[in-house]
Each structure stands twice: as C-alpha cells, then as structure tokens.
C-alpha cells in the first residue's frame, strides 16, 4: 500500500462530511401555538384560484377565514413550487405564513412527489432568507404522504458548507402531523434523507481531498456507524486479484485505486442483491483528455459509489428482510506518464481482454471488473449505477436518468421502483445490433464502439458481456441527474443531488418483499 500524499490544500478536509440537518421533530399542538419562526402550509390550483389544501384550514381560522383572499391578492395560484409568503400579525404564535404550490391532484404516485417537491422548495426558500424553525403543515394524513412531506423538507434544508467560512445556521425543522402512522413515516424519511445528503456531501467534496483512498476511509466510517460489513482492496490487492480494468483506470495518479465491498446481512433473507457504483473520484479523460468545461463538473463521476454507499447506509437503518451487497471501485482518472495508453490491452476479472482504444472511457472497465467478480456472490439481482455516458445527458438531460436490462421484466420493475421513489429513470433498449460495434482488432473486445450514434446503448452493451450467465441485471445511467450546474428546484440544491440513492434502497425492498 502507498503512502497517503499530503493534500496542500489551503483549509483541511474536516473529519466529517458536511453538517446537514436530517432530523425532523412531530408536533401534535395546534399550529397556531406553534412556536416557529415559519410555519408552512399546502395551496393547489383549482379552477377559480387557489384552494387551501389539507393542514392549512387551521391557519385560515387563525387568521380570520381570510386566508385565500389573501393569497389570491398577493398572485398565489397554487401551481407547483410557488411559494409565497404573508405575515401572520400576531395571530398565530408564528410571525410568518408560507403557502407553497401542490399544482392539480393527479394519481397518488405523482401527488406524493408534488408533496415532496413542495415542502423542499417552502424549505429551501425559507432557509435561504435566514428563518430557522419551520413547521410543515402540508398533508399528511398517511404514511406515504408523511413521508414525502417529512422527506421532501429534509432534502431541501441541505447544504454544503465545507468550504465556507460563513454558512447560514440548519433550520430545524417540525412536522405538523399525529397519528400511529406518523412515527414510521418520520423514521423512514430520516434514513432517506441521511442517505441522500451522503450522497450529496460525497458528490460536492473536492477531488482534492476525496479520493480513492480518502473515498474508502469515508465507506469505512459508514460500516463503523451502521455495522455494515467492509472489505477494501488496495492498489497491489487488486493487481494481484486480477482487476485489470480498475487498476488501468488508476494507474495514471499518484492516488492508487481501491475496491470497497460493503455487505448488509438479514437473518431471515432468501435473496442478494448486488449494487455497484462507479467511483471515478475525478475524470479527467486521461490520455484522451476532456476540454477544459468538459471536465469542470467531473468531480462527480462518483456519484455512483456513491449512491451505493449511501443507500447501504439507508438499508443498514431500515433493516429489509434481504442481504444486499454493494461494491464501489474507486479510481482517478489522470493522464499521468503511468497512464494507460489508447491502444493498451488489458485483461479484466474473469480473463476477457480489452482494447482500450479511448481512456475517457474509463467507467466501463471499473465496473465490468465487479460486474465479472459479482458470480462469487450469486445475486439475484445485480444493479449497477453509473455516470457513464455523455450520451445519456443529450438523450434524457439533467433530470432522468435511464435504465437498461437483460430481461424487460427487471428494467420495468427498476422503473416502477423508482417512481415509488420519486426519481424519474427512463427504459432503454440494448439492441443486439449494436454489439458488433465493440469488436477489437486485436483483442475481446474494444473499450468503445466504433459506430458514433447511441453511445449510452453501446456502454450498456459492453458492460452486458461481464455480467454472469444467468444472472438478472440492470445498468442505470445517471450521468445528467447526478449533477445540478442550474439552478435548485423542488428539494434539489445546485451541485450533487443525490440520485440514485433512493431508488437503489426501494429496489432492496422490493426484493425483500417479492415485487421484483
Ligand atoms: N464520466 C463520463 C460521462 C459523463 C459525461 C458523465 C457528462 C457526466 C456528464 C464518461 O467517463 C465519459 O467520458 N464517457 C465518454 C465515453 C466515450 C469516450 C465513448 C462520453 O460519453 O463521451
Ligand atoms: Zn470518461
Ligand atoms: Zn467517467
């Protein structure tokens, strides 16, 4: 093993990722004695303007009844994520009101991501301007729309204050809400929650201070926290194991790669699932370097593994009656005078050779190495998430991800899982036709396709060839949603949102509870 490299950067990397809040109080007293700073309430859009929903009735009798007029002459319609706010003056305990959209009822699924979109942007707007303690009176009258709403203000009140040296103080934040569903509900999103700004804080850390070896002792601290089982290869474990992919990738940086394997066990579980995320802790392309904007936000191209940790975290919490597995190879991809060179052939776990023709294309051969090493722990459901193409981002853009499959059954089940979750993946194809692409001159196969069109498809096709025989696998592309370069909307912040993770732990529960 190397020595770690001493980090000239100017502020130290703390001990901890950022302090985020991810607890959120219940309160049963009536909202009008609350003793917040905000208290925020549901409008959606009706035919003739706003129409108070659920939980704010008790803020319109405290105000006199005149709640509507009121939002109705300050431009309020209800549509979803606006968010207006009004003074109580003096008659609630609260000094301020905030009624945020919930646009038009629909059917349940999309009603419960309106909720979690709405609570985070109340959140999100109401913590930028300073207000600390926030009561949520928005809907909540089962456990699904208890847990978005709790879920949705806790993802919104995140922030990455690392590197600054004035952050504004973390709300805290109370859920207006009572009843035996309310408990499970709130637990539920705390994990979630906690999971994603993981995920987040992971995806914003600099590659300067996160990287393989610091990525590791992160995964570490995880299992330590949540009794997750860990293994972590070094560089010389895996040149020695055989992980030629992972250790090409790595070979260019003085940050030598890693291989963390995480295992979350139940008593009483009859399947594995096995989760892989790449962790390209930065892409620069390497040999087949990146312009200058093309590697800005390449920071990012772990959010993969990072996905997986944090949503091992989550299942560690909430305890599904399934063994899950998750695998992060780590690697920094740098044009190094060590680099792997286009035209260099590598040979992978499990013994097929590879042309590397393009180094950018670098996440393929990290993940085909776990995929091929995934056999020895026989999964009955093999999952890997990925940054992996820049086609993906102009096929879908910034907010979908997509999802491929060697069995439909599965990649619709992938996509139904993440529609409970509330993150929008999409079903794509891998067409056979698109496979002889990949063939080398020299060896197996070639790291890219030689057909330009499609190149999310041709990804998912290499990696297709490690997966093992018989074994039911999806890819998910996440390479747009990882990362928000826009502005925040809903409970998404600029920077790492935290993709992936959510619907990576609904996929452990479907498992567990035979749905996929
Ligand atoms: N990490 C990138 C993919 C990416 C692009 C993620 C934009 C997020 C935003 C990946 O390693 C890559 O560079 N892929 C190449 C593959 C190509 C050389 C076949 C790409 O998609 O351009
Ligand atoms: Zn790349
Ligand atoms: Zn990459």
Redesign the pocket.
């Known amino acids: 093993m190397r020595a770690d490299i001493p980090c000239a950067c100017a502020r130290a990397p703390g001990t901890r990722l950022g302090r985020v809040t991810t607890t959120i109080r219940t309160v049963t007293s009536a909202v009008s004695d609350i003793g917040a700073d905000a208290v925020v309430i549901a409008i959606s859009e009706g035919q003739d303007g706003p129409v108070l929903a659920a939980g704010a009735q008790r803020v319109d009798e405290a105000l006199g009844g005149s709640l509507l007029q009121t939002l109705t002459a300050l431009g309020a319609t209800g549509k979803p994520e606006e968010v207006t706010k009004l003074v109580s003056g003096g008659r609630l305990a609260a000094p301020l009101v905030a009624a945020v959209g919930i646009g038009r009822a629909g059917h349940a699924q999309a009603d419960l991501e309106l909720l979690r979109r709405a609570a985070g942007a109340a959140v999100r707007s109401l913590a930028s301007a300073s207000v600390r303690k926030i009561a949520i009176a928005l809907p909540a009258a089962d456990a699904g729309a208890a847990e978005a709403v709790a879920l949705g203000a806790l993802l919104g009140s995140y922030s990455f204050g690392r590197y600054r040296a004035a952050t504004l103080p973390d709300p805290e934040l109370m859920l207006v809400a009572s009843g035996p569903h309310v408990g499970g509900a709130v637990t539920s999103a705390e994990a979630l929650a906690a999971a994603v700004a993981l995920v987040r804080d992971l995806v914003n850390t600099s590659p300067s201070h996160l990287y393989p070896e610091t990525f590791a002792a992160e995964a570490g601290k995880v299992a330590a926290e949540t009794g997750l089982g860990i293994e972590v290869l070094d560089d010389a474990a895996l040149l020695a194991g055989g992980y030629g992919g992972i250790s090409g990738v790595g070979q260019g940086s003085v940050h030598p790669p890693r291989l963390v394997r995480l295992s979350y066990q139940h008593q009483a579980a009859a399947k594995t699932v096995v989760l892989v995320g790449k962790g390209?802790t930065f892409?620069s392309?390497g040999l087949?370097l990146?312009t200058p904007k093309?590697m800005q936000?390449?920071k990012?191209?772990m959010g993969g593994a990072a996905a997986v940790l944090g949503a091992l975290q989550a299942i560690a919490a909430l305890r599904p009656e399934v063994n899950v597995i998750g695998y992060l190879p780590l690697a920094e991809?740098l044009p190094g005078s060590t680099a792997q060179r286009p035209s260099d052939v590598i040979t992978m776990y499990g013994g097929t050779t590879v042309e590397v023709l393009?180094t950018?294309?670098?996440?393929r051969l990290v993940l085909a190495d776990v995929l091929a090493r995934s056999a020895a722990d026989s999964p009955d459901l093999l999952v890997d998430v990925a940054?992996?193409?820049?086609?993906?981002?102009v096929a879908l853009g910034y907010r979908v991800a997509a999802v491929m499959a060697n069995d439909d059954a599965v990649r619709d089940g992938v996509v139904a899982a993440a529609a409970r979750a509330g993150e929008a993946i999409w079903p794509m194809p891998l067409p056979e036709e698109l496979r002889k692409g990949l063939d080398s001159k020299v060896a197996d196969l070639a790291n890219?396709?030689g057909e330009r069109d499609a190149?999310m498809l041709t990804?998912g096709l290499f990696l297709k060839e490690f997966v093992p025989d018989g074994v039911r696998w999806a890819h998910l592309d996440i390479?747009?949603p990882?990362?928000n370069d826009g502005e925040p909307y809903g409970y998404t912040p600029k920077g790492g949102t935290g993709v992936a993770a959510r619907t990576l732990v609904q996929i452990a529960q479907d498992v567990a509870e035979g749905r996929l």
């Open positions: 390209i892409d392309g087949s990146k093309g936000s390449m990012s191209d991809n393009n950018d294309a670098e996440g940054t992996l193409t820049g086609s993906q981002v890219v396709s190149g990804a390479a747009g990882s990362f």
